[in-house]
């Protein structure tokens, strides 16, 4: 797997976490390369989202390093790690659920903003200048998830799939280098999960985004990664082109129990 | 009045942006949020760039354009571009499935194809090996086209950049091209979506179109500052009117919205002062403000429901010609002060001075709903053939049941079979490629509709229904299907109905329940329901619809010659009628022929004792994929007079 190991973006190496007894996360090295859909998957309690709760700064590993574009964050904080470029959404929607989509999705944009807590407050000047131009980047982002119905609705009376989909618009508001997307896809119909692999392909392609997303199922996940990372009980099992994790052994007996080849 | 005496479009752009320049707007568009406007002066600047790049690709004299998308600027142009070059625009329902498209590109042989999106573009790509008479695909939106590198594949603005490298060598090119055209050249071709058979291409002349449109003028009062929504489908005709002759003709501005989703919003914002919809988005917007209302606080309701019945009676007593007395004066100024400014305001319909249902019938208690709340609604009456409308209902002289008196200069007789007839400066050139249905149509210089109508005494034309579909039946009571399904659809909770009955010992029908307000009355009562199929056969659903039934036959039985034509059996259908099954047209005409086949098995139950019947459906998605569904289908007798 080394070989064709083209500009790491980010590289895990060796992270060990527990919680009490239970090892969570058990010596994980892995990296994401420049410009790749990185996809992990791995049955419920394999420790995918500790995975990301670790790069994003939630939690901090007991063992081992971070390294993002060649900088140590295993002890930086969540919000400066964000400032780098690392956007995360979450396995259940974590969006304001009183407030428009808009300003669900403006909230993005917040890391970005330079007038402060009092010119803000004043709003003339600056501020209103500064939300000028961030409401163009945010109407870019409504007009490109297709949302623009429900831009003045909130988002709490949205259903799921709608929730999903603004809760990706906040993170690429943040226009990220790197996109984590905690199980993007769950509690989705087929339609709305081939949706929202559209709109991560197009934010690979169209806007360079680097996108490193963690599901549970396997299905859609599979045709739109460029290569999977397999979790079980804390170990990586498995590593490689999603052709090859189909046919590994030792994922199958993950996901299915035993083998069942004969 | 509007003093432009020039012969075609294009000369009238030139006219326009002369007069207007930069002063006044032509197209606004919603786009990010925003209301992005456009000058007469960027209207011609656009066209003409676009214009002179189709003609450095080749564009010629009398080639077809053809447009598929949802109302864009950019369309809009493009059409505009090929008509100043002599060319003929063909526009497209941007929601017609492939074989539909195929059909019209092949037919028109549309050397152009201008597509909104990649959704447009794919079925374009589809067709281009099938049909070699398509030369190239130019598309507006850029999403999602990062991969398509065939060279027959441009963007908007890359023609448009074209256009000005050949306006370099050819500077005064685009000028020379306008003023050759002349005012029986071909303007459009419309294809209709017939309710039978493939679709038939209308030609119309520039002078078809603003002859008809001129005549409008003389009956109502447009001005220049008019706003008007650009929502209906581009290969509507009221469409091509509004946003192509009309807008060109008075110089108004046309709104397009951001999406299909968000055109009420979006008009709110705009406040048109002229508005044309269809009778279905009548209907769709009484019955969201009823569902609204349910749900409202209890004062509220109060209030709207009994400054409706004042309206309603105002209105009653004004349709009537009949002075309002005081006792109803008083509440309806209250009314006016609470309920019906607010209402219009909330609509965005406060500045309409023109509102125009057509198409279909619109339901008389619909109709005159708008009418009590001060909406200045009027039915008209134009077919595709005779440039849209040609009837039209006074200021002074709106009647609930008729389409109206012919516009001036517009002559309507009925032929002794009972079929409209019209003679107008709008009827159309001929059906393009099809010179016998051209004569079937074209006799001796008048229009024959199909449309079977009647001339009450004060000159108003009343449509009934479509000539054929007039038939009696067994015991010889006249059935007119349409009559009786219009009544049916004025529910709120009945979205489609097919009344059978010719030939027939009685009437039965079939219904679609209208899925929002039939599942938002089932949760209030704690009806559980899956899915439409399911909602649809739930008893407590019959015994909603059995109610509305009741109702439409007890005004039928006031009727003295159709009271033997009320609704003896009647079942609720396990999906929804579709254009994309074919069962009704792009612009939800019912293709009875069609239905009478498909649903055989339902008809034949209806005419037996059995009390339901299974089914299995085929079901066709956008993309062309088939599924199928089962259900069991109830069959019930309803209450007659």
């Given at each position: 797997m080394q070989e064709n190991k083209k500009h790491p973006m980010l590289q895990v190496e060796d992270i060990h976490i527990s919680f009490g007894v239970l090892k969570a996360l058990n010596g994980v090295s892995l990296e994401i390369r420049k410009g790749e859909i990185l996809a992990t998957i791995g049955p419920n309690g394999a420790g995918k989202t500790t995975l990301v709760n670790i790069i994003n700064g939630v939690?901090?590993?007991?063992?081992?390093?971070?390294?993002?574009?060649?900088?140590?964050?295993?002890?930086?904080?969540?919000?400066?790690?964000?400032?780098?470029?690392?956007?995360?959404?979450?396995?259940?929607?974590?969006?304001?659920?009183?407030?428009?989509?808009?300003?669900?999705?403006?909230?993005?944009?917040?890391?970005?903003?330079r007038s402060n807590f009092f010119s803000q407050g004043v709003y003339w000047g600056l501020s209103q200048k500064e939300e000028i131009r961030h409401r163009e980047v945010v109407e870019q982002i409504i007009d490109w998830l297709e949302i623009e119905h429900i831009r003045k609705t909130p988002a709490g009376m949205l259903p799921y799939g709608l929730q999903k989909r603004v809760e990706l618009g906040r993170a690429l508001a943040a226009e990220p280098k790197l996109l984590l997307l905690d199980e993007p896809m769950a509690g989705m119909n087929l339609e709305e999960k081939e949706d929202i692999a559209r709109f991560i392909l197009d934010a690979n392609e169209e806007l360079g985004t680097t996108i490193a997303l963690i599901e549970h199922d396997m299905g859609v996940v599979m045709d739109i990664s460029d290569r999977v990372v397999v979790l079980d009980y804390g170990d990586k099992i498995g590593e490689g082109k999603p052709e090859e994790i189909r046919n590994d052994e030792k994922v199958i007996k993950a996901y299915l129990g035993t083998a069942t080849r004969r | 009045m509007m003093g432009n005496t020039h012969k075609t479009l294009p000369q009238i752009l030139l006219h326009n942006a002369q007069k207007y320049g930069k002063d006044k707007l032509a197209i606004r568009e919603k786009d990010l949020g925003i209301w992005q406007s456009y000058s007469w002066h960027d209207y011609y600047e656009n066209t003409k760039k676009f214009a002179?790049?189709?003609?450095?690709?080749?564009?010629?004299?009398?080639?077809?354009?053809?447009?598929?998308?949802?109302?864009?600027?950019?369309?809009?142009?493009?059409?505009?571009?090929?008509?100043?070059?002599?060319?003929?625009?063909?526009?497209?329902?941007?929601?017609?499935?492939e074989k539909e498209v195929e059909y019209i590109i092949e037919h028109s042989e549309a050397k152009f194809v201008v597509a909104e999106d990649q959704e447009q573009v794919d079925k374009m790509l589809a067709l281009k090996k099938k049909i070699p008479s398509m030369e190239m695909i130019i598309?507006?939106?850029?999403?999602?086209?990062?991969?398509?590198?065939?060279?027959?594949?441009?963007?908007?603005?890359e023609v448009q950049a074209l256009g000005l490298e050949f306006e370099k060598d050819h500077p005064d090119f685009f000028e020379q091209e306008v003023m050759k055209g002349k005012e029986d050249d071909t303007a459009l071709i419309a294809y209709t979506s017939g309710t039978t058979g493939n679709p038939k291409g209308v030609v119309l002349t520039h002078s078809n179109l603003l002859t008809n449109v001129r005549l409008i003028f003389k009956a109502e009062e447009y001005r220049d500052s008019d706003q008007v929504m650009a929502y209906l489908p581009m290969a509507w005709i009221g469409d091509s009117i509004y946003s192509l002759a009309m807008l060109l003709d008075t110089g108004f501005t046309i709104n397009c919205p951001e999406a299909a989703t968000t055109v009420l919003r979006d008009m709110r914002e705009i406040g048109p002062t002229v508005i044309f919809c269809p009778p279905r988005i009548w209907e769709n917007i009484l019955t969201t403000i009823r569902v609204k209302m349910e749900d409202a606080a209890w004062i509220k309701q109060k209030m709207f429901n009994f400054f409706i019945v004042v309206a309603q009676r105002v209105s009653t007593h004004q349709l009537k010609h009949q002075p309002v007395p005081l006792g109803l004066r008083i509440p309806y100024a209250l009314g006016e002060f609470f309920v019906y400014g607010p209402l219009r305001d909330n609509l965005g319909m406060r500045r309409i001075r023109y509102a125009y249902t057509a198409g279909a019938a619109l339901g008389p208690e619909v109709f005159q709903f708008y009418r009590s709340i001060g909406v200045n609604l009027k039915q008209v009456y134009g077919l595709t053939e005779t440039s849209a409308m040609c009837t039209y209902q006074p200021d002074d002289e709106v009647k609930l049941e008729t389409v109206g008196i012919p516009l001036p200069g517009i002559e309507i007789k009925i032929s002794e079979g009972g079929e409209v007839l019209i003679k107008s400066p709008g009827v159309f050139q001929g059906y393009y490629k099809s010179p016998e249905a051209t004569s079937d149509a074209l006799k001796d210089g008048w229009l024959y509709t199909g449309d079977a109508g009647i001339i009450d005494r004060d000159n108003h034309l009343i449509i009934i229904d479509r000539a054929k579909d007039v038939s009696t039946l067994a015991n010889g009571t006249i059935f007119a299907p349409q009559f009786i399904e219009n009544k049916l659809k004025f529910s709120p909770y009945v979205k489609e109905a097919v009344t059978l009955g010719q030939g027939r010992e009685y009437v039965t029908a079939m219904i679609n329940i209208d899925m929002e307000s039939v599942g938002n009355w089932a949760e209030r009562?704690?009806?559980?329901?899956?899915?439409?199929?399911?909602?649809?056969?739930k008893p407590e659903v019959y015994d909603l619809i059995s109610q509305e039934v009741k109702k439409v036959n007890a005004s039928l039985s006031k009727e003295e010659q159709l009271q033997g034509a009320q609704i003896k059996r009647y079942l609720i259908l396990h999906k929804e009628l579709d254009p994309d099954d074919a069962e009704v047209t792009r612009t939800r005409k019912i293709r009875r022929g069609f239905i009478s086949g498909k649903y055989a098995e339902l008809i034949d139950a209806l005419y037996s004792e059995k009390e339901g019947i299974d089914v299995e459906a085929k079901i066709t998605y956008e993309d062309g994929r088939t599924a199928t569904i089962h259900a069991f289908l109830k069959i019930r007798q309803a209450e007659t007079f």
């Open positions: 939690y901090r590993p007991s063992r081992g390093h971070i390294f993002f574009e060649g900088r140590d964050l295993t002890t930086m904080p969540p919000q400066h790690i964000a400032a780098l470029g690392i956007a995360r959404t979450f396995q259940n929607v974590a969006l304001f659920k009183g407030m428009t989509v808009l300003d669900n999705i403006m909230t993005g944009r917040n890391l970005k903003m | 002179l790049g189709l003609s450095s690709l080749g564009f010629r004299r009398g080639d077809r354009l053809s447009v598929i998308g949802d109302n864009r600027p950019q369309l809009y142009w493009a059409q505009m571009a090929a008509l100043c070059l002599g060319g003929i625009p063909v526009p497209l329902y941007q929601d017609a499935i598309y507006d939106d850029p999403r999602g086209m990062r991969h398509y590198k065939q060279p027959f594949i441009r963007s908007f603005t009562r704690n009806v559980g329901y899956t899915s439409y199929t399911d909602l649809s056969q």
